[in-house]
């Protein structure tokens, strides 16, 4: 099975070259992770269970209604996408789109609050058309019935290819000058005299790419690459960030960060070395990135910023690294960000940022024990040294090499998820799911306990939000609203007569974000989230 990460094996025959009395191992004093309260881990579900079928670089993206989507490359060619709408117990599968390219590596944003407005972005790379000598840059946007609407052709090259792609959006916060929201895709080049770096960027929701930014060239090699939009109260025009590989040799490497000046469509500043800012130059690779994207203040009145890499310590020892900022803006330094320091091949980070607990969550491999982990840490980035372990050995198959794990956050549950490459016997690749919450729901509105509530409008809200309530009796209603982080901002008691009623709620004395809501009367409850957009 091809990846885009490199393999274990080709990292241990590598290891040779180097002694474990050349490398400083600076994490000796962090505490290993001790595992807290386990949460509700089921068993592993296949996204698409098709042994013919080599599945590869497993995407994964989720929209405010709870709908999980997925995507994953074909080794034979094309892509598949996949949809839950009951929180990823059964999935539902599209058929192969354009089978006859090779992909060799995707990337997936999800946007929009429900079916009517649900898109999907699916970047890849090296897309190799039949018939045509040039590779492509692609964009392709499908609805929530996974049909696909449209496609951007962003960069193309002749007898040259490409190292990675990665797609970001900045909904549900859209940046300033962005309508309904932007979305943003950077590539690296692998071609002659020199690798190129590059960012694309639509300010229309995906209909036009119409800004280009050279990010960078390398005489060497770039190599992978991560993005992530970045928005605070004390922000808010929203601007990109990304991290850049530049691999030294086949275990070492510089990672490199650069982020739009002043809007998202703006300029990017010079480069900066991650590796040198973390006292550890040209011994990382792999990066991964994520960003605080909300509309409130850190705790300095900035955006924070968290990157995590893999770190070269000594022969046959890789821990995981990083380096955070909470003013990158405001000439804040990068700062060391460290997730474990034991000796361990620990390998493929990745990390997200959840705007309604205002937390960053990181998953990684841990290759000696076989396990995929799952921790987190507030967006305050207090004690660089110290993460929350949430759970130790997530996944129930052991037989892994690269799975390149992802971790999300459902809003609707406000539990994570995951989803990794297995492998089969025989080899082939699987896209496999697991959730930290028992995967059930009802679709359309999973998590309501009842019909009671039929709709929630409009979704993103600004003044003023509207619940429709199926024959609401003539007990009073209650109505409870909680902010991102479980502040009740709103508990109102009124009363009504039997019937089908719309209830208002005035939102213009709260600020933009992402919302619970809870409705009650007597034995009847609805729950849900909602979005205000300011």
């Given at each position: ?131 045509r000598a040039s590779v492509s840059i ?231 024990s076989q396990q995929l982990n799952y ?160």
């Open positions: 099975m091809k990846t885009k990460t490199r393999s274990l094996v080709t990292l241990m025959l590598l290891t040779w070259v180097y002694t474990s009395g050349q490398v400083i191992n600076r994490a000796q004093n962090i505490q290993p992770l001790v595992e807290g309260d386990s949460p509700k881990y089921g068993t592993d579900i296949i996204v698409h269970d098709d042994a013919t079928q080599d599945q590869r670089n497993a995407q994964i993206g989720v929209a405010p209604n709870g709908w999980l989507f997925a995507c994953y490359s074909l080794e034979t060619g094309g892509f598949q996408i996949a949809k839950s709408i009951d929180h990823g117990l059964t999935w539902s599968v599209s058929s192969v789109t354009h089978p006859g390219t090779i992909c060799e590596s995707l990337g997936l944003s999800v946007c929009g609050n429900d079916e009517s407005d649900i898109r999907l972005f699916i970047a890849a790379s090296s897309v190799i058309i039949p018939g692609m964009v392709y946007t499908f609805d929530a019935s996974m049909i696909q609407l449209g496609e951007s052709q962003l960069h193309s090259m002749n007898d040259a290819a490409y190292h990675d792609v990665a797609i970001a959006s900045d909904f549900p916060f859209p940046s300033s000058g962005a309508s309904p929201y932007s979305i943003g895709v950077v590539f690296t080049t692998d071609s002659s005299p020199a690798d190129t770096a590059i960012f694309m960027v639509s300010g229309d929701g995906g209909t036009t790419f119409s800004t280009r930014k050279v990010l960078g060239i390398s005489w060497g090699k770039y190599g992978q690459v991560a993005l992530a939009p970045g928005r605070s109260l004390d922000s808010p025009n929203g601007i990109y960030f990304v991290a850049i590989e530049e691999p030294t040799t086949g275990l070492l490497g510089k990672i490199w960060e650069t982020h739009n000046q002043a809007s998202f469509n703006s300029d990017f500043t010079f480069m900066v070395s991650m590796d040198d800012a973390a006292g550890l130059s040209n011994l990382c690779k792999n990066p991964s990135i994520a960003c605080q994207h909300n509309n409130i203040s850190n705790g300095i009145k900035g955006l924070s910023v968290a990157i995590l890499f893999e770190r070269f310590v000594n022969a046959g020892n890789y821990n995981i690294a990083g380096t955070s900022n909470k003013s990158p803006l405001g000439g804040g330094f990068w700062t060391r960000l460290d997730v474990t320091g034991n000796t361990k091949y620990n390998l493929q980070p990745d990390i997200s940022f959840d705007p309604q607990s205002n937390k960053f969550l990181a998953t990684y491999f841990d290759s000696t921790v987190n840490k507030s967006q305050e980035l207090t004690d660089p040294s110290s993460w929350e372990i949430i759970k130790t050995g997530y996944n129930d198959q052991s037989n892994l090499t690269a799975p390149c794990p992802r971790v999300l956050m459902n809003p609707v549950k406000q539990k994570a998820f995951h989803i990794w490459n297995g492998v089969r016997p025989g080899g082939n690749g699987m896209a496999v799911f697991k959730p930290e919450y028992s995967p059930t729901g009802i679709p359309g509105n999973p998590d309501n306990s009842s019909e009671f509530v039929r709709r929630v409008f409009p979704d993103p809200a600004r003044d003023i939000i509207y619940f429709e309530l199926a024959d609401a009796g003539n007990a009073g209603i209650r109505v409870s609203i909680l902010d991102a982080a479980g502040k009740l901002v709103y508990d109102r008691v009124s009363g009504h007569e039997k019937g089908t009623r719309i209830i208002s709620v005035l939102l213009t004395s709260l600020p933009g974000g992402i919302y619970q809501y809870v409705i009650r009367q007597k034995d009847q409850i609805g729950k849900g989230s909602f979005i205000i957009s300011k």
